[in-house]
């Protein structure tokens, strides 16, 4: 198992979030994440990820137990265990796309001349190898987000969260991210694990798995069950 949350809460006031999450990820595989708005999605990847502590209960990935601890307390979770991939692709805009993934591994402790390296290898893998020196002005959205998604990838962490990874994308590129989505998860050399937060059920059925979050807390799902569908895809 690469990670399990269980019995995770947290409250933001008099207002109960997340009333007792349980889930798992396996090494190698996609869940999609949904649920309705304001269910407490992006909330959960915020405390997975380090960036926010929970009010009780525990995470465990890899070799690494937290939930409770402030994001001081998780800076090597950061670092080491998870990747991030936004909706917005919060690139520098005066970077070249290999800089602007070296940038975060040097950030990180990575010596600069290993970093360009291991950026250049991850942009090749994200099927940028012919983008290296551009900035972001000069590829189209889709190849931004490639650059975002290998930005995460660089460094060998185990999961990447994606939060509606594809909102600003058309069709076709949000298509082609899912695709590479799945070459990484399913790579036989090194596989990653992506736990992703979307709103639109065509990208979740594209996923190994998928959870509905609902009501504080988290259960098996498909898109038929998640979006209230019968078996003709008519609302019940």
Known sequence: MLLEVSELTKSFGSLNVLKGVNMRVERGEMVALMGPSG????????IIGGLLAGDS?????????YGTRGPASVVDVRR???GWIFQDFHLLENLSAVD????????SGVPSVEAVAVAEDALRKVGLGDRLNFIPDQLSGGQQQRVA???AIAGNRPVILADEPTGNLDIASGKAVMKLFQELCHDKENPISILMVTHDPDLASNADRMLLLND???EASDIRTAWGLDEEGEEE
Not at 39 to 46: E, F, Q
Not at 57 to 65: H, M, Q, S, T, V
Not at 100 to 107: F, S
């Open 149 to 151: 998604i290998a930005r």
């Open 80 to 82: 080491n265990k998870v």
């Open 216 to 218: 504080g807390k988290t």
């Open 39 to 46: 269910s407490g999605k992006s909330t959960l990847l915020n």
């Open 57 to 65: 209960g525990k995470i465990n990935l890899e070799d690494r137990a």
């Open 100 to 107: 602007n993934v070296a940038i975060a591994l040097e950030l």
